[in-house]
Structure formats: structure tokens, C-alpha cells
């Protein structure tokens, strides 16, 4: 019989104080036949002391958007945790290129100590950069402000403006203070105005490539973008520009030369998928290469922009050859993982991604939460026009685009563009993790140990897909979490053959004999069989 989830959300909310009852309640919801679509409170401060899993700006500026770009030189301003802990940490992998550079093993720190915070940091800060350059030679180099920076008042942008006049490279200064927003997301937006104004638009390749597109907001954790690049060069695509897994500033600042920007994840590039359609006419879709049905669909959309029978015809073939590859493996795993039940909470696009290719092997989502997503996240990208900016994310510059006269090119007529759309290619859009979730599944925003506990007891799921901090607490409760930022150290998980490394990943979790042992043999059946003998005087 279906759960009554009204009733279960009453069960977890219950335990809080009325204030932490009335603001919970508007982060969780159920999708239901007569609410398809329900509001949900998302971007908004967390509670004090309620145990979340979000980080930080900083996490979301240094640690996902820019530390990815292998061949920049990226300097933590501040004390020596913010560094150390976002080292090596996401897997965001890189390889060197011929002639390049790579400083993914690396984290960079001024180290701050109290003498710095108590007569500033700029002093050091300039010492740090000038022996990055006389050290590494780097192509540029990227300053993070965390916490205690712009309390002291340190003008990391004037440091930065001297030494790239002093040294002739490119020195960014990124105001992502920890405390900044209520998330990781600030610092995506953050990010994504300095890349867009400073990178983008700089490249001088005059070539434009056939069928040149870029991939924004896709991070190569375990190698997912190695995958999504040798699918569509295959069929024919050339890959401008990653943002930012494996990338080298050289691309980026080429991005603008490509045709289609296909959106992978939308939480955190969306602001630049958005500006580079002002100034550059590029348009761009949300495409989603996680699951073999997910990454079919967004191949065929991404043909259709390019309305060509040679790329029509290599799609196809690409996918006949891809999926005769996988499909018997496929049809195993799905046999082996039909009819379980699974519970995702991950940052701010993977919640949505997921579910699609759980659905491909048979697993029910049965709820799905994100970080820091924001309300379009959820719902799709209508409700912006009725989302209010709060207190918290105002501070957050919005930068203003204008047309670039030069470097615009119209790649899609604006007929053609109404005609995709109407045929539902997602141009411009993203209808949100909500649209593809199960009637009667709950979708949770900011979800918290209390409410994951009373979660799991409740609906009893054969796993619960999320991150490091949840992982062992579940594991401890006799369910399976599997890793879904980290892939628990594998991967990649996109594309076809990526979804069958995270099947065969799932199976051998589901399937461990090492469940059969959490209860030990001496609660359920006795150790010892015999009699008294003798007993009796
Ligand atoms: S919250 Fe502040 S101190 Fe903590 S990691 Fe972020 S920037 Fe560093």
C-alpha cells in the first residue's frame, strides 16, 4: 500500500519547536496528482544548529567552478583550513596537455595568521603571487577571499589589479567570502561573473569549427566529461570549451566561438549560459548526459539545433553502436535492481540527473532533495519571474550584458528557435527536478541529519544516494548510501557505459553479504543448544 507522505513529513516536523516547524515545512513537500507542481521554500538561511550538509561561497566559487581550470593558478587567501580542505577533495580530474600546464595537485594558501588579521593580509597576499610567478609561471592566477577577508577589510581586487599590470598576466580577484549567501550557490554566481567578464570573449582563434559546441556547468568528477566528450566527437561535434572539468584557460577564453551551449548543470552556470546568449547569440539547452535514456534525449536535441542530416545521421548511428555495446549488461543490472527504492540528496542538479538513471534499471525515486538549488531547480525555470531576491543573496552582484557588435553571430535563425521550442527542446529552459520525480515522492530542499533519520525509519529505502557526510550515519542504520558527489571513488557515471560503471557499483552495494552480518547471530537465534543437567536437588 502507498504511504500517505503528508503523514510521514507530519512525523519528522514534529519534533521541532514551532518556529523550526513552520520554516521546515515549507522545504518539504509531496508531488502529488492534485499538486504536480508545488511550491517549495528553496535559497533561503539555514537554521542554526540543525546539522546541514552546505558549504560555503567559497566551497562554491574556489572548491567547483574555478579549481577545476587546470592550468590557473588558484591562491586561498586566509587561514590555512579553507585550502587545505578543498584539497583534492572534489575529484575534478585533469590531464596535462602537451606544452601545458597542471596544478590540480596542488592548493595554494597565504596562510593567514594573526598578525595579518590584525595589520591586514595585502602585504602577503602580493608575496604569495610573486612567488607563484617566479615558481610555477603560471597563465594566470585566481585570489579567493574566505571568511575573515572582507572583515579586515583586505582589497584583494586592487592586489589583484597591480599584479597584473607587474607580472602581464591575468590576476582575478573573487570576493567569495565564506559567509556570503546562505550556500555554495553564491559562490557559483560569483564565479560565473568573473569568468564571463574577464575569460570568455579573450581567445583569439579566429577559426570557427564545424559543429562547435561548449559544455557548461560539467566538472569531470571521475572523468564524466572524458566520457560526454568522446560520445559527441564521435558523432562529429567539436568540444570548444568544458566549464570547467579539464579545461585550460585557452578554451575558455575561445568559448565564445561555439554554436549550442548545452547546460549540464544548471544550479551553477546557468548566469553564464544566459550572458553568453546576450552578448555572443549562442544559444543553449539543458541537456543531462547522466542515464542512457537522459543522454539519447539530449543528443537527438542537440542534433536538432543543428539541423543537419550528416549530424542527424551520426547521432543515430552513435547511439545503435553505443547502446549495442551496453545492453545486455543493462538489461543484468536492471533484472538485479528493478523495484528498489532510493533516496537522493545532493548538491544543487545530481538529485535531478540521478533519478532519470536510477529509472533506467528499474529504481524508484521516492525522495529527492538538493542543497542549495534554488526555487527553479525544483520547479523549472517559469517561477524565476516570482522569485524574490531576500536579504541574504542581494549582495551577490548581477552584472549587466550588453550585445558584443564583433563577436555576436546568430547561429539559429529566431524562427527556427520558436519551432524547436514548440517542439519542446529544451532552449533556454529547465523544467526543474520536479517534472520527471514520481507522483506521491517527496522533494525536500536543505535536508538535515534529523529529518534523513526520521526519513529512512519511516519509508525504509533499499538506499540513500548522497555525500560523505551522510554516507556512514546511513550505512549505520543498515542502508546503503553510495556517493553521489565523490562516486565513492570511481566513475565516470555519465553516458552509456558511465551508467553501467555506477549499476555494477550499485548491484555490489545492494548485494554485499556484508548486510546479512549487522545484526549479530546472538539477537535473532540462540548460540548454544543443550540442557540442565542436574539441576534439581
Ligand atoms: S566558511 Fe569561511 S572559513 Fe569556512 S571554508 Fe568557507 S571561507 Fe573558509
Known amino acids: 500500500m502507498e504511504k500517505d507522505m503528508k503523514k510521514v513529513i507530519n512525523r519528522v516536523l514534529e519534533k521541532y519547536p514551532a518556529k523550526t516547524f513552520k520554516n521546515r515545512k515549507a522545504h518539504i513537500v509531496v508531488k502529488t496528482e492534485e499538486e504536480p507542481n508545488p511550491v517549495i521554500q528553496a535559497n533561503v538561511r539555514t537554521i542554526p544548529g540543525i546539522i546541514t550538509s552546505r558549504g560555503c561561497c567559497y566551497a562554491g566559487c574556489k572548491g567547483v567552478v574555478m579549481g577545476p581550470i587546470k592550468d590557473m593558478l588558484h ?100 570576493n567569495c567570502e565564506g559567509y556570503k549567501g546562505v550556500s555554495q550557490s553564491a559562490g557559483h554566481h560569483i564565479a560565473n561573473n568573473v569568468v564571463f567578464s574577464d575569460i570568455i570573449g579573450k581567445g583569439t582563434n579566429k577559426e570557427h569549427k564545424k559543429y562547435a559546441v561548449n559544455i557548461l556547468g560539467e566538472y569531470n568528477i571521475g572523468g564524466d566529461a572524458w566520457e560526454m566528450d568522446r560520445i559527441l566527437t564521435k558523432i562529429g561535434y567539436n568540444v570548444v570549451a568544458t566549464l570547467s572539468g579539464d579545461a585550460n584557460l585557452d578554451s575558455i577564453q575561445n568559448a565564445h566561438t561555439a554554436d549550442v551551449n548545452v547546460v549540464q548543470c544548471h544550479r551553477s552556470i546557468n548566469y553564464i549560459a544566459e550572458m553568453m546568449e546576450t552578448k555572443y547569440g549562442i544559444p543553449w539547452i539543458k541537456g543531462n548526459f547522466i542515464g542512457v535514456t537522459s543522454t539519447i534525449e539530449t543528443l537527438r536535441d542537440l542534433a536538432k539545433c543543428f539541423d543537419d542530416p550528416y549530424i542527424y545521421e551520426r547521432t543515430e548511428t552513435v547511439i545503435a553502436e553505443e547502446l549495442s555495446e551496453i545492453e545486455g549488461e543493462v538489461a543484468y543490472y536492471k533484472e538485479k535492481l528493478e523495484g528498489k527504492k532510493a533516496m537522493l540528496y545532493v548538491g544543487g542538479s545530481r538529485a535531478d540527473h540521478y533519478q532519470r538513471l536510477l529509472a533506467d534499471f528499474g529504481i524508484e525515486t ?62 533556454a529552459y529547465y523544467g526543474g527536478m520536479v517534472k520527471t520525480l514520481n507522483e506521491n515522492a517527496i522533494m525536500v530542499d536543505d535536508l538535515n541529519h534529523h529529518e534523513i533519520d526520521e526519513l529512512i525509519k519511516s519509508l525504509n529505502p533499499d538506499m540513500f544516494l548522497s555525500g560523505i557526510k551522510e554516507k556512514y550515519s546511513v550505512q549505520k542504520m543498515g542502508v546503503l548510501s553510495k556517493q553521489l558527489h565523490s562516486y565513492d571513488y570511481t566513475g565516470p557515471y555519465a553516458g552509456f557505459r558511465g551508467a553501467l560503471i555506477f549499476a555494477r557499483g550499485l548491484e555490489a552495494g545492494i548485494y554485499t553479504p556484508a548486510w546479512k552480518y549487522v545484526t549479530p547471530p546472538w539477537k535473532t537465534e540462540p548460540m548454544l543448544e543443550g540442557k540442565v543437567v542436574g539441576g534439581e536437588e
Open 75 to 174: 591562491i586561498t587567501h586566509g587561514p590555512i583550513g579553507c585550502a587545505y580542505y578543498t584539497w583534492g577533495t572534489r575529484r575534478n580530474k585533469a590531464k596535462l596537455e602537451k606544452g601545458g600546464q597542471n596544478f590540480i595537485e596542488y592548493t595554494f594558501s597565504t596562510d593567514m595568521q594573526d598578525r595579518d588579521i590584525v595589520f591586514g593580509g595585502t602585504k602577503k597576499l602580493a608575496l604569495a603571487i610573486k612567488e607563484a610567478v617566479e615558481i610555477f609561471h603560471p597563465k594566470a592566477i585566481g585570489i579567493y577571499a574566505t571568511c575573515p577577508v572582507g572583515l579586515i577589510g583586505d582589497d584583494i581586487n586592487a592586489v589583484a589589479a597591480e599584479a597584473t599590470a607587474l607580472y602581464g598576466i591575468d590576476v582575478m580577484a573573487f
Open 366 to 427: 521516492i525522495v529527492a532533495g538538493f542543497e542549495f538549488a534554488h526555487r527553479d531547480d525544483y520547479e523549472g525555470r517559469e517561477v524565476i519571474p516570482s522569485i524574490k531576491l531576500d536579504a541574504d543573496s542581494k549582495n551577490i552582484p548581477q552584472l549587466t550584458v550588453q550585445k558584443d557588435e564583433e563577436k555576436y553571430r546568430v547561429t539559429m535563425t529566431p524562427e527556427r528557435y520558436e519551432a524547436l521550442k514548440s517542439e519542446g527542446v529544451p532552449l
